[in-house]
C-alpha cells in the first residue's frame, strides 16, 4: 500500500487515532497513538520514543530510536468504538538516520526470508494458536477458575466459550486475517485458533494482531484470556504448533511422492531437530514454559519426527492436500514469534545446506532441555545461536533467562500469577 492510499483510507473511514505498534524483544506488544494530522511524518521520517525504557533496545543507543509504520498492515480494530475509529499499522525500527536497528525481531525473521529466497526457496508458516479463559472476579482481576469444563472438540452446553470463539474469529477477518478454524481444546476453559498458511512476516503480523484481539475482546464476556504455556497443574498446556514449508517454484518440498519425504524436507527437519535443543530458550522463553515441556503428557519434548501426531517434537500432519509441512509442537505462545520463526528457518535452511542424513530424528528418547536452566547453557554454547543473533538480543535473553532460572517454587508461583496479566 502506497502512503498517499494509507492517508485515503484513513480519510475515507474517518479514523482520529492511528495505533504505531510493534513488540519489544520478548514478544510483548507496544504502541503509540498518534492522530491523523501527524501521519505522514510517520510515514516519511518515522515517530520517536524512548528506547532506553524499551526491553532489548538498552545498549544498543542512548536516545531515541524511530518507529516507521508499514503501510501493508494498516487495518482497524474493530472492536474500538466506530465513533473515532482507531486503526493500526505495525512498525520497524530506525535509527535517527533510517537504518535497521539490529534488536528489531521483525528485521531478523526479514533477513531469513531473504536467505532462503537466495536459494530459490519460498517459506510459508502456518500457527495454530491455543489459550485459556479464565473467569474474572468482581473487581475485574482474572481468577485461575476455568470459564468452563469443557474437553476436546466440545459443544454447548459443556462448551461456554463458543461466543468468545465466534467474535474472536469475525474481527480477525475484518483485521484481514485468515482464521482457519477454531474450537474447544482439552483443558478446561482452554481454546484454538488455526490461521491459514501465510509467507512467515505476515503470519508473525496475524499472531502479534491475534493476541491482542483475544485480550481485547476476552474482557467483554467477563473472561480474562492467558497464553501462559502451564497456567494450571492439572490441565494440558497451551503450545503453539508452527507448520513450516518450503517452496522451490511451485513445489512443495513436504508434498509426500510416492508415500515417501522428498530428500530435502528430510534435511530440513533434521536441521530443525539439531538446533531446537539450542534454540528453545528463545520459542520457550518462560520458567512456566518447563512446566510444560515436563508434563506427563509432553511427548513433543522428544527429539525425533514421526507421522503420529504428540509423539514427537516435530511431526507431518495427514492429508497432505492442504498444507503439506513439517508441525513444531514443542513452542509456545509466550515466544517471540519474529524471533522464533526466524531461528527455525534458519536452522532448515542449514540442514538442507549441509546435507545432514536422514537418520537424525528417526527414533531415539533425546529430549529437549527441561529446565530454562539447561536451555540458558545451550543456547549460550551454540555457535548456531551466535551466528543467527546480534550479541545484544542474545545477551538480553541470557541476562533475563539467568534471573528467572534461579526462582524458588514460591517465586515462581509468585512470578505466574504476576505474568498472567501479561501474557
Known sequence: MLAYEVLQFIEENDVKFIRLTFTDLFGQLKNIAILPDQL?????????????????????????????????????LPWRPQSGRVCRMICD????????????????????????????LDVRIGTDCEFY??????????????HDNGGYLDVAPLDQCEDVRREICLMLEQMNMRPESSHHERGRGQNEVDFHRAEPLSAADHYVGFVHAVRSIAPRYGVHATF???????????????????????????????????REARQAMAGVLRRL??????????????????????????????FRRETSALWIPQPQ????????????????????????????????????????????????????????????ESEF??????AS?????????????????DEKDRWLQKQLLRY
Open 321 to 380: 492436500e492442504h498444507f503439506a509441512r513439517m508441525q513444531l509442537s514443542s513452542a509456545d505462545p509466550t515466544m517471540n514469534v519474529y524471533l522464533g520463526f526466524a531461528l527455525l528457518i534458519h536452522a532448515a535452511l542449514e540442514g538442507m545446506a549441509e546435507n545432514l542424513p536422514d537418520e537424525i530424528g528417526q527414533g531415539g528418547e533425546e529430549t529437549l532441555p527441561l529446565s530454562m536452566s539447561q536451555a540458558l547453557r545451550l543456547a549460550r
Open 40 to 76: 505522514t511524518q510517520a510515514l516519511e521520517e518515522g515517530i520517536a520514543f524512548d528506547a532506553m525504557a524499551v526491553e532489548g533496545c538498552r545498549g544498543i543507543t542512548d536516545g531515541d530510536l524511530l518507529l516507521k509504520p508499514d503501510a501493508d498492515t494498516l487495518c482497524m
Open 228 to 262: 501462559m504455556p502451564k497456567p494450571l497443574a492439572g490441565e494440558i498446556g497451551n503450545g503453539l504448533h508452527v507448520g513450516l514449508s518450503f517452496y522451490r517454484g511451485d513445489v512443495n518440498l513436504f508434498r509426500m511422492e510416492n508415500g515417501s519425504l522428498s
Open 393 to 409: 538480543v542474545r545477551e538480553c535473553y541470557f541476562t533475563r533467562a539467568e534471573k528467572l532460572a534461579d526462582l524458588s517454587p
Open 385 to 390: 545461536v551466535k551466528a543467527v543473533l546480534p
Open 133 to 146: 479463559l479464565f473467569n474474572m472476579d468482581d473487581r475485574g482481576q482474572p481468577t485461575m477458575e476455568p
Open 277 to 306: 535443543p539450542e534454540i528453545t530458550l528463545f520459542l520457550n522463553p518462560q520458567p512456566n514454559s518447563y512446566d510444560r515441556l515436563c508434563g506427563e503428557d509432553a511427548f513433543f519434548r522428544y527429539l525425533r519426527w514421526s
Open 93 to 120: 525500527l530506525t535509527t535517527g538516520d533510517g537504518m535497521p536497528v539490529e534488536a528489531d525481531s521483525r528485521a531478523l525473521l526479514r533477513k531469513a526470508v531473504e536467505r532462503a529466497a537466495d536459494k530459490g
